[in-house]
């Protein structure tokens, strides 16, 4: 580094050196760091005198203003003039050398962005003479960047050129230098989709919050037409970033300067940066080889040319405009260091939860095994905990009230006992009403909202996936019993259907009666039954999506299993249907006392009165039992031995034993990393050392 870069440094010491620490883990890759941002209107083409080395006509003086802040030897030839962005980036190194990449676009094909990342240059030792040409060359050509008329090429590219310097104590910085902003097309050059190109890639660099924008500008033209200014103004309208940047005041025409000056000293087009102007070499003096001190020859002309040499020193020259930028950036840094760390942790939290929900890694067979072990663990962990009503075990249960399994099914059981007692028996009964109320009434207030089907009077209450509705009952609505006269009807029953007994009835009517008096049970039973299977499911599907979040792997588990939880809600569904068949077709059997109890309290007599009577206490009295024996059993054994608690319920299915029993295709079919994931989790697990790294340094 020469004395006059040493003296004029970029930046505070200290604050560099954390700088410099944070590139070197590559922290600039995921959260935005401080960078100088060189900008400027692209000039006027000229297709006679254009150049094919990813170059075009008439710099603006961005490439000059560049090569004096860096040093480095920016082509700036009247024919050149980038057709890319060129990212430069200083770091500190023990040994002196330059390496240079592509990096492509985010939208780049597959086979070009391989191309181009393959594409190094290593270990140059400096950009002298023909280097950086040949180099810039051989990137347009990857770029596949051209002219407009030549097919197949792009006027423009999107990729970035990659250019970095490592010297020893040099101070880790990056700096952008974008194609120029073009206003026009030109036939044979450039098209629409040209401008539009440029336009978005130097809006994606000035959105950057902590970057320094440079807006270089010639001093002969008006600068109320420049778009740069308005763009600049767009991203950063405080100005708390952006610097004017004037050159070729030499070619301004006689007259204008005191605009010239009236802008460089704030009288007009403030920025809250204000401007500099500098005076690079001439054309005919690079093209001429004529030994040229920059430095001396500018100071010159601003301390001898009138009306320059009546400007404040701290405004003219590239040496005053490097000492500005070292106040700029040192502010910036400042200002920026409590928001770069803050996105650091925010980008660590947000990549942890990334990887998080890609799980461990799931590469090899005995890899696939352990992640679906431990996830068969924990959904039986978390069932244990649901039946048991141990709801403050894990946030879900608060999160997701559909887990609470236990006291779903036990409302729902609740709902069907009152609903039984309610519309159970097709007629009412003669005399007081058979009990007390029993149940819970069909208030469904107590049940998640997303789960209730309908509050009407009906058998179904719960919401069914579709991918159980074949196996559903949907069941009809609810009425109420009929009001008719009882007595009658059973008269008229025995009349049709009495036999030559003498003094008394059949046993054979009673089934007939029976039949009748029960004929609703089917539809409130299969219509409960259905509702705790369609309970049960939900259960099992959100249990999953709580416990993994990646669809792919739930739902490679929902599907293996799905076959079996099928089959364990058809026996209960199944089962349910014996039931009835026993109660309702069996022979009416109890050794309930409480029968036996009611129809020694009966009257009794042989007149048809009393036969009538006799039918309608036994029928009253069997059915009472009847009803709350047949409730009992159905809770019990359908809905919570075969659906529930019991050892093969659907909960049961998805265990540690049945993941062991799978086999390598199945577990691959399931667990297996996608290609995608893998690469994925490659790039997480290094950024998240990186960015782990940033926030230790910037403790």
């Known amino acids: 580094m020469t004395d006059r870069k040493r003296k004029h440094s970029f930046a505070d010491p200290v604050l560099l050196e954390t700088i410099d ?82 990096i492509p676009s985010v939208d780049a094909a597959a086979d070009h962005s391989e191309k181009v990342r393959a594409w190094k240059k290593d270990n140059l030792k400096s950009f002298h003479g023909p280097v950086l040409i040949d180099i810039l060359r051989e990137a347009s050509e990857l770029m596949g960047v051209g002219d407009a ?32 902003i073009l206003k026009k097309t030109t036939k044979g050059l450039t098209t629409a989709s040209d401008i539009a190109l440029v336009q978005s890639m130097v809006e994606k660099y000035m959105k950057n919050p902590r970057s320094a924008i440079l807006a270089v500008i010639p001093s002969n033209v008006d600068i109320a037409t420049q778009e740069i200014l308005e763009m600049a103004e767009r991203h950063d309208p405080k100005g708390l970033r952006t610097l004017g940047v004037l050159t070729k005041p030499d070619l301004v025409d006689r007259g ?79 200002r920026e260091f409590p928001n770069v760390k803050a996105d650091i942790n925010k980008r660590l939290k947000e990549c942890r939860g990334s990887l998080n929900r890609l799980g461990p890694r799931r590469e090899t067979r005995e890899q696939q095994q352990k992640y679906l072990l431990d996830l068969a663990a924990r959904f039986q962990r978390l069932t244990t905990w649901a039946l048991e009503a141990r709801y403050g075990s894990d946030d879900a249960f608060e999160e997701r009230l559909n887990l609470r399994l236990a006291t779903l099914v036990v409302n729902r059981n609740a709902v069907f006992s009152h609903d039984m007692w309610q519309h159970g028996h097709t007629i009412n009964f003669g005399g007081d009403k058979d009990c007390e109320p029993e149940g819970a009434p069909n208030n469904l207030s107590n049940l998640p909202k997303q789960l209730v089907k309908s509050k009407l009077p009906s058998v179904r209450y719960i919401v069914n996936t579709s991918d ?21 009807w059973l008269q008229r029953v025995y009349e049709s259907s009495r036999g030559f ?56 588990v929902y599907n293996a299993i799905m076959e079996h939880l099928a089959e364990r809600y058809r026996k209960a569904i ?32 042989s007149n048809l009165e009393h036969v009538i009577q006799d039918l309608h206490d036994i029928l009253k009295s069997y059915y009472k039992v009847a009803r709350k024996r047949f409730v009992d059993v159905l809770c019990m054994q359908a809905a919570d031995y075969y659906l529930v608690t019991g050892p093969d319920a659907p909960a049961r299915v998805f265990t540690p034993a049945f993941v062991s029993g799978l086999t390598a295709e199945q577990l691959e079919a399931i667990a297996g990393e996608e ?12 950024e998240i050392g990186n960015l782990e790294n940033g926030k230790r340094i910037l403790k």
């Open 21 to 102: 620490k944070l590139f070197e883990h590559n922290i600039g890759e995921y959260v935005d760091l401080p960078q100088l941002l060189v900008v400027g209107d692209q000039s006027r083409y000229d297709a006679r005198s254009h150049h094919a080395l990813g170059l075009t006509p008439f710099p603006s003086g961005k490439s000059s203003v560049l090569a004096g802040l860096t040093e480095l030897p920016f082509p700036r030839d009247s024919g050149l003039c980038t057709r890319f962005a060129t990212q430069i980036t200083f770091r500190r190194s023990t040994n002196t050398t330059i390496a240079v990449s592509i």
């Open 149 to 180: 008329s030549q097919p197949g090429k792009r006027t423009f590219s999107d990729d970035v050129l990659k250019i970095e310097i490592y010297r020893p104590e040099q101070e880790h910085l990056s700096v952008i230098d974008v194609p120029g």
């Open 256 to 334: 204008a300067e005191q605009n010239i000056i009236d802008l460089i000293e704030g009288k007009r087009d403030k920025l809250g940066l204000g401007w500099s102007v500098v005076r690079n070499p001439g054309q005919q003096q690079i093209k001429g080889g004529e030994a040229v001190d920059r430095q001396e020859a500018e100071k010159l002309f601003f301390a001898t040319k009138e009306p320059w040499n009546k400007l404040e020193k701290d405004r003219v020259g590239v040496d005053a405009l490097q000492l500005r930028l070292k106040e700029i950036l040192t502010e910036m840094v400042r």
């Open 468 to 488: 159980i509705d074949d196996l559903m009952y949907e069941g009809k609505r609810v009425q109420g019993p009929e009001e008719k006269d009882i007595l009658a």
């Open 501 to 556: 007994e003498l003094g008394s009835f059949d046993a054979s009517l009673l089934p007939i009666f029976w039949k009748k008096q029960s004929a609703r049970w089917d539809n409130l039973a299969l219509g409960y039954i259905s509702d705790i299977v369609a309970l049960v499911h939900s259960f099992v599907i959100d249990l999953l999506e709580v416990l993994c979040e990646d669809e792919h792997i739930r739902s490679g």
């Open 574 to 605: 199944d089962h349910a249907k014996f039931v009835l068949s026993v109660e309702r077709s069996g022979t009416p059997l109890t050794t309930n006392h409480y029968f036996a109890d009611n129809l020694e309290k009966s009257p009794t007599g």
């Open 675 to 686: 290609i995608g994931s893998r690469k994925k989790r490659v790039r997480l697990t290094r």
